[in-house]
Nanobody, 115 residues
Framework: QVQLVESGGGLVPAGGSLRLSCAAS????????MGWYRQAPGKQREVVAT???????NYSNSVKGRFTISRDNAKNAVYLQMNSLKPEDTALYYC?????????WGQGTQVTVSS
């Protein structure tokens, strides 16, 4: 049984920073791409950033230059450092991991940015 648990969300003023963490537990073999996604009320879930097991990263245009994704393969963890947060970054943030060529999702952590 694989589980992903996110943490680090909260309420911050515009311009502030947060660091999200996501740890995978259970039978973790062949941990491939990991990523962060978000879903705002009334909107579809969208990709924020992804990282391969070799460390190659990709970002959505809306967060490029402000967010940084990283991972620790020894801990089966992925992180998202979010700086210069804007009210439009408010959403439920989910991590996703591809393990043994199957996608697993966390339950999400809420990020709220006040103006």
């Amino acid at each position: 049984q694989v589980q992903l648990v996110e943490s680090g969300g909260g309420l911050v003023p515009a311009g502030g920073s947060l660091r999200l963490s996501c740890a995978a537990s259970g039978r973790i073999t062949n941990l491939n791409d990991m990523g962060w996604y978000r879903q705002a009320p009334g909107k579809q879930r969208e990709v924020v950033a992804t990282i391969t097991n070799a460390g190659t990263t990709n970002y959505s245009n809306s967060v490029k230059g402000r967010f940084t994704i990283s991972r620790d393969n020894a801990k089966n963890a992925v992180y998202l450092q979010m700086n210069s947060l804007k009210p439009e970054d408010t959403a439920l943030y989910y991590c996703k991991a591809n393990i043994r060529w199957r996608d697993y999702w966390g339950q999400g952590t809420q990020v709220t940015v006040s103006s």
